[in-house]
């Protein structure tokens, strides 16, 4: 649906929750681990035990403030913890530590295409704070694992400047992919290292005030994300159009997959009262200006940087370079190629259409396969160094599927059908039989068809089985048909 | 100024921290409570204009930080022998409404 | 053996006069005998102190060094953890509670060859003036069996007054401590904050809680502050620096110093008390010492402030007591949120939910301005004048309590029961070192304290003082009538 030119005007906030890869929690030395058997990953601070206290970790500080760098946003000299209270099982201490009025950082944008237009999204803060337990439901009872209890988040709390699923879309990815190449995060929606809220209003284009809004929480892809987004922006124009003085009454929903549509999980009666206050266990976190400058000129290469790179000076397409981007590991297995190969656009098209092509229907990629990049890059080599044909390629490639591990170069040495025919009176011979056959298409390419000479070209390639250098089977045709 | 909560202010506080009060428990609160607040309230008489809130005794103290190095960590075992209930390696509690 | 202070009973252990089998056999005969009178206790750690003294026999006897508290009998208050022992915190939810991990603390006493006797009876979870709001028992003064030893560390004071331990380990938030140490005639001394670890303390009030040793002499404290009192990795607002060297500071002569006294803070005091503190400072005066007048108007806002910020910091460090990961879960409860409200409300006690709900008051919304953060402020204006005063003096004295021991069950009101901290809390809030030191008996036999408070870090100066005052006094020499 396109709202360019509606009346209507969606205003859209997202909170994108980072859980950061130190190899500690936050405030607990418990290891940071991911689907490990329950409360194996677990200290005496990340349960709650009573005489715990928390001591912050400086990795999580130091990803923080690199994120803050990357999003260009003010970093904090000084910053606070602060207590958030509320009674959940999956709460150690039923309340958080979390930075409520001095986050380390302020402020803030990322840069993004949104459907082929370039665009600037606002961020308005985002604070460190550790993250809860989990609640596995059964029947009758619920089970509490605390193992995720203490990680450490970086919650990103953007503007209400997004006014479209795509925008937000874009947003949340350019988010995951800043967060992915500062190596800050794995960044798995599906484990759960990445969460998004959306919070949803929608008003008349041009009405200066905001109204009601509401929060849609449990999206476990941007695709869902992008659907429940449409289907809520939806739902609240009907509600306004029936009868535009509705004031939307406060709640959080969630998306339905069946459904396709935005459910209620529960209204906010009034506002929760965390009686925010100072951590008293914490002290106040103090960052020179050399430490955070040392963050900032140590930056990796980000996102944009990279896109422009590979437009720039690779020659990528903006499309091509686009994919690669926003899958950082596959990223860096063509990365990790372009040591070995000298052509970007080839070594591209290979990775991303061939190889991931094969391997997509075994649910694996080029990674997982377990396919080096180095070898990848070899095979593009081989075809530009002539040694053999495309055709061919296509051929080793399979093998090289197949067998996961072997190289390119010995696979075309060890199968005498993949040799190329770069004997001159052999290729001779070939060409001579061709024209020999076809005396009709020789007419047509003197009468001026050049669709003919592909033809020609295409039998000689049939003959040998797709082996003759082609350079050399257009050299030789080529002085035949004189 | 006299201070006295009501029966409602009782109320709310009880489910703010969660302890079930019987009606003598939450008389007993509100007399209390009430004296207490009426007692502290002497604090609205000092001038503190300008003056900022101490949330650190130790004036000087800083930025104190660990190292990313995982350890300490709390055998299970050692976890769930202090639970009042536990299944499969989780503290078990009863049913969640689940969102 | 009993009669020994920690240093002479080191003495004896290290040359081989006494065994440590023999001190912790005697240690626990004594309790038998006598321990029910005062109910001091509430657990008596027989294996591992058994343990320990094996240890330490074997150590003598292999010619190893040994620690500066080797074989020492050590009494700790209930709410700081012995790995594997229970940490009851004299409340009903933690009744079956065993700690995961031993307190900072504890670990360096134990090295340094400290053998621990049993856990101490205190106020539930240390919020009380008097032991009297344990779930468990009453525990009783030494002095006078019909009176309250003071609180919250009632149980550790009761236990060195009758002389079934040295030393014992307690916690200050507002004055717990100081005001049972003046009140058990013996010495109670609560460190800058910071300076003893709070890993393993059961966390009450998180920006005033302290351990705090108590002795039956000022040396004796200085020891065991010089074995405790060290940075540790795993308390955020631990002091990085080491300590100083107390004992030595102690040895070294006292040539007086300026002690400012807060005449009109004080103004109020009467009676025995008064002339009580009046002969302590011509004593200090007898020493060299010049008192000088000191404007400390302001603490008489401490207990207001004090009961705004301990109670909210306390309503969120208890708020982990719901029965689900520990502690006692109601056998009632069917929901979940029936297992937060019937835990807690079977769980906790009268005060603790007197504070518990205060706690919660002065944080919520809409009050949390006119509550925390004006008690915050009016916390700092109170350093301020501290820091003012100390331009003026190297340390101040002051009474610890305008009472003597008084009779159990005669205080009902929970605010009365506030008001003995008055001279007491605002160490706390200042963060400041302060010790009480016996300072002589009231008509009826019940001992008096004074109190000396120093600046931020200068906890050798006031053992220093107290040190020259105990010298000169003998207070400390004197024990209970029917434990002497």
């Known amino acids: 649906m396109t709202l360019k030119h509606s009346i209507w005007e969606p205003v859209i906030g997202l909170e994108i929750h980072v859980q950061l890869n130190t190899k500690s929690k936050l405030f607990s030395r418990a290891p940071n681990r991911f689907g490990d058997e329950p409360n194996i990953n677990i200290g005496v601070v990340c349960t709650g035990q009573p005489g715990s206290l928390p001591v912050l970790n400086k990795e999580a500080v130091r990803k923080a403030v690199q994120f803050g760098c990357a999003i260009d946003a003010e970093i904090a000299r000084v910053s606070k913890f602060d207590r958030k209270s509320y009674f959940y099982p999956d709460s150690p201490r039923n309340f958080q530590i979390t930075q409520y009025d001095q986050p380390i950082i302020r402020g803030g944008r990322v840069e993004t295409l949104v459907e082929g237009e370039m665009k600037s999204f606002a961020i308005h803060h985002a604070h460190l704070e550790d993250d809860t337990g989990m609640l596995k439901h059964f029947t009758s009872f619920a089970g509490v694992d605390y193992n995720r209890a203490g990680v450490p988040l970086v919650e990103v709390v953007s503007e209400p400047c997004m006014h479209s699923a795509k925008e937000a879309a874009a947003y949340a990815m350019a988010i995951k992919s800043i967060m992915e190449y500062i190596g800050a995060s794995d960044c798995n929606m599906e484990e759960g290292s990445l969460r998004v809220d959306c919070n949803i209003s929608v008003r008349k284009r041009g009405e200066g005030t905001l109204r009601n809004k509401i929060e849609i929480k449990n999206m476990n892809s941007f695709h869902n994300m992008e659907m429940a987004i449409e289907s809520e922006i939806a739902r609240q124009i009907a509600i306004y159009e029936k009868d535009d003085s509705v004031q939307l009454t406060k709640g959080t929903y969630r998306f339905d997959l069946e459904k396709k549509e935005t459910v209620l999980m529960r209204m906010k009666e009034e506002a929760d009262d965390y009686r925010y206050f100072p951590e008293p266990d914490l002290v106040p976190l103090v960052l020179t200006h050399e430490y955070i400058e040392h963050i900032r000129n140590t930056l990796p290469e980000l996102p944009t940087q990279r896109l422009k790179r590979y437009v720039e000076e690779l020659g990528l397409s903006d499309y091509a370079a686009g994919l690669l981007i926003n899958d950082k590991p596959l990223c860096d297995y063509f990365e990790e190629g372009l040591n070995f190969c000298k052509n970007a656009r080839n070594l591209c098209n290979w990775i991303t259409v061939e190889f991931v092509g094969r391997l997509k229907e075994k649910g694996l990629t080029p990674m997982s396969a377990g396919i080096p990049a180095r070898h990848v890059a070899k095979l593009v080599e081989l075809i530009e160094q002539g040694t053999i044909t495309g055709k061919i390629a296509k051929l080793v490639a399979d093998d090289m599927v197949a067998d996961v591990e072997r190289d390119p170069l010995q696979i075309v040495q060890a199968n005498p059908d993949y040799q190329p025919v770069s004997d001159l009176s052999a290729i001779e011979a070939l060409v001579d039989e061709v024209l020999k056959e076809n005396p009709q298409s020789i007419a047509d390419f003197k009468s001026g068809k050049t669709k003919a000479y592909a033809f020609l070209v295409g039998q000689v390639m049939k003959l040998c089985k797709g082996k003759a250098d082609p350079a050399l089977v257009n050299k030789i045709l080529t002085e035949k048909l004189q | 100024m006299a201070h006295e909560l009501t029966e409602e202010e009782i109320d709310k506080l009880s489910h703010l921290c969660r302890i079930a009060c019987s009606a003598e428990e939450k008389a007993k609160l509100k007399a209390n409570l009430s004296k207490i607040l009426n007692y502290v309230d002497q604090l609205r008489q000092v001038d503190t204009k300008d003056v900022p809130p101490c949330n650190s005794v130790l004036e000087e103290l800083k930025s104190v930080m660990r190292d990313d190095e995982p350890g300490d960590i709390l055998p299970r075992e050692v976890f769930l022998a202090n639970a009042p209930a536990h299944v499969g390696g989780m503290i078990r509690v009863p049913p969640v409404i689940k969102f | ?484």
């Open chain 3, 1 to 484: 053996m009993y009669k020994c202070s920690a240093h002479q009973l080191r003495e004896r252990f290290v040359k081989g006069d006494v065994s440590a089998k023999e001190i912790v056999h005697k240690t626990y005969d004594r309790i038998e005998q006598k321990g029910d009178e005062v109910g001091a206790f509430l657990a008596l750690l027989k294996e591992r102190a058994h343990k320990q003294a094996d240890k330490l026999d074997r150590m003598r006897q292999e010619g190893k060094p040994l620690g500066k508290l080797a074989g020492v009998p050590i009494a700790i208050k209930d709410n700081i953890h012995v790995e594997g022992e229970l940490t009851t915190c004299a409340s009903k939810f933690l009744k079956n509670y065993r700690a995961p991990f031993s307190a900072t603390a504890i670990k360096l006493l134990e090295q340094e060859g400290a053998i621990i006797i049993g856990k101490t009876n205190l106020d539930e979870f240390a919020m009380g003036s008097s032991t009297e709001y344990s779930a468990f028992h009453q525990t009783k003064n030494p002095w006078d069996l019909t009176c309250t030893p003071g609180g919250s560390s009632g149980g550790s004071a009761a236990a060195v007054a009758a002389r079934f331990v040295p030393l014992a380990l307690g916690s200050e938030t507002g004055g717990s401590v100081r005001q049972p140490a003046s009140l058990c005639g013996i010495v109670g001394f609560k460190p800058t904050y910071g300076r003893v670890s709070r890993f393993g303390l059961v966390a009450f009030g998180s920006s005033l809680d302290q351990i705090s040793p108590f002795g039956t002499s000022v040396n004796d404290v200085a020891l065991t502050m010089g074995i405790i009192a060290h940075p540790c990795e795993n308390d955020s607002t631990s002091i990085p620096k080491a300590p100083d060297d107390y004992l030595a500071l102690l040895k070294a002569p006292f040539k007086g110093c300026k002690i400012g006294v807060p005449w009109n803070f004080i103004a109020d005091l009467g009676g025995e008390a008064k002339e009580n503190f009046l002969a302590s400072i011509e004593t200090l005066k007898s020493l060299d010492c010049k008192i000088v007048d000191v404007d400390l108007e302001i603490l008489k806002t401490s207990i207001a402030v004090y009961y705004v910020l301990a109670t909210a910091e306390a309503s969120t460090n208890l708020a982990r007591f719901d029965g689900i990961r520990y502690g006692v879960r109601s056998s009632k409860a069917k929901t979940l949120d029936e297992v937060y409200d019937f835990s807690k409300q079977e769980g906790f006690g009268p005060e603790v939910k007197n504070r518990i709900l205060l706690g919660t008051y002065v944080l919520s919304a809409g009050y949390q301005d006119a509550y925390y953060r004006q008690a915050q402020k009016v916390r700092t204006l109170i350093i301020r004048r501290f820091t003012e005063a100390f331009k003026h003096c190297s340390a101040i004295a002051m009474p610890v309590s305008p009472f003597p021991a008084f009779p159990l069950g005669s205080i009902h009101d929970p605010l009365q029961m506030y008001l003995q901290d008055i001279y007491t809390i605002a160490a706390n809030l200042a963060g400041l070192p302060a010790i009480s030191v016996p300072s002589g008996f009231n008509k009826d036999g019940k001992p008096w304290g004074l109190q000396l408070l120093g600046p931020q870090l200068h906890d050798g100066d006031v053992l220093k003082i107290a040190h020259a005052f105990e010298e000169a006094t003998q207070f400390t020499h004197q024990l209970p009538p029917l434990f002497g």
